[in-house]
């Protein structure tokens, strides 16, 4: 009885050894895969950062905003010269959400962005058109129980806010600068800011380029005017 209880309990112990040399194997085995998924990420991130910084891809958004920029009406004797410079805003950051191919959560969000505009603005329209067969009390009370509500929700998000440490205020103000990242977590804020910032500075090399073409170009205008004129 001794000899067959001991020969158990040796076939037990070799039993839970190779359980646990094959929990280990698949443990390394499956850290191994996962470093490996992190590099070829990490890989994926700064090919697309140094990317915004090529010249090829400055002439691609180039050629993209100036076919954007055509069909946006600009006049700049016009009153309205601030709406007109939030076109052109839309309009330049729409071709940089072209260029990176909505692969980045930023581009996606600046692209579904207008159609929600466009949802909102129809929207508001037809609320206009419904409130006008209304009676004008009811629209002041409306409106009053609109800002009221606004005025406490301000008031109780900038109480949360103080209750917040620094560290984690700083991150939900970068995750609000950074479109489509206003609640996501810190690694994913990190990356796409990465990308979005490379990105601005290839946009504002762009639209620097672009503006000293035009500039050259009607000054070059106006110079060869002026001997007709004489």
Known sequence: MMESSSGTASVATVNTNANISTDRARWKKKK??????????????????????????????????????????????????PRQGRAVREVADRALAFAAKGK???????LTNRIKLKFRKQQHKRQRLASSSSSGSTIVATASNSRSSR??????????????????RKVRALGRLVPGCRKQPLPIILEEATDYIA??????????AIAELLSRSTSGAGSSLEPMNS
């Open 151 to 168: 005025r406490h929700k301000v008031s109780v998000f900038r109480l949360k806010g103080k209750g917040f440490p620094a560290v984690q």
């Open 104 to 110: 980045t959560r930023w581009s996606r969000a600046i």
């Open 199 to 208: 990105a601005l500075e290839m946009q504002v090399k762009a639209m620097s």
């Open 32 to 81: 191994k895969s996962l470093l490996q998924q992190h590099q070829s990420k990490q890989n994926q991130n700064l090919q697309s950062h140094a990317k915004w910084k090529t010249e090829a891809q400055q002439q691609i958004y180039s050629s993209k905003l100036i076919q954007a920029l055509s069909q946006v009406n600009i006049n700049p004797s016009s009153s309205s010269a």
